[in-house]
Nanobody, 123 residues
Framework: QVQLVESGGGLVQAGGSLRLSCAAS???????MAWVRQAPGKERDIAAA????????FYADSVKGRVTISRDNAKNTVYPQMNNLKPEDTAIYYC?????????????????WGQGTQVTVSS
């Protein structure tokens, strides 16, 4: 069982920045980590994802150019840097991990989940 611990959420004004982090208790070398968000009244969708061994990334169209996800393999930690935040980015952000080399862009790839951290962007 992989445990995920998120941090870095909070309240920020539109145009501001936040850096989230997610530390995993364990990982396989070719697995992936994703940040999944769920806005009020909407389904969860993947904002960004990264594979541990290759560093290959995936970004949703809604965050491209504003979010950069990076990883520190030694610390088993991923960091999504979110810039130019918009009110529509307000959501609970969940960290999720796959078991192996599943596709980055599908929610079904991720089997381990963190508890979530609230991000609120005020206008």
């Amino acid at each position: 069982q992989v445990q995920l611990v998120e941090s870095g959420g909070g309240l920020v004004q539109a145009g501001g920045s936040l850096r989230l982090s997610c530390a995993a208790s364990a990982r396989t070398f070719n697995s992936a980590m994703a940040w999944v968000r769920q806005a009020p009244g909407k389904e969860r969708d993947i904002a960004a994802a990264i594979r541990w061994n290759t560093g290959r990334t995936f970004y949703a169209d809604s965050v491209k150019g504003r979010v950069t996800i990076s990883r520190d393999n030694a610390k088993n930690t991923v960091y999504p840097q979110m810039n130019n935040l918009k009110p529509e980015d307000t959501a609970i952000y969940y960290c999720a991990a796959s078991r192996g080399p599943s596709a980055l862009e599908f929610l079904s790839s991720y089997v381990y989940w963190g508890q979530g951290t609230q991000v609120t962007v005020s206008s």
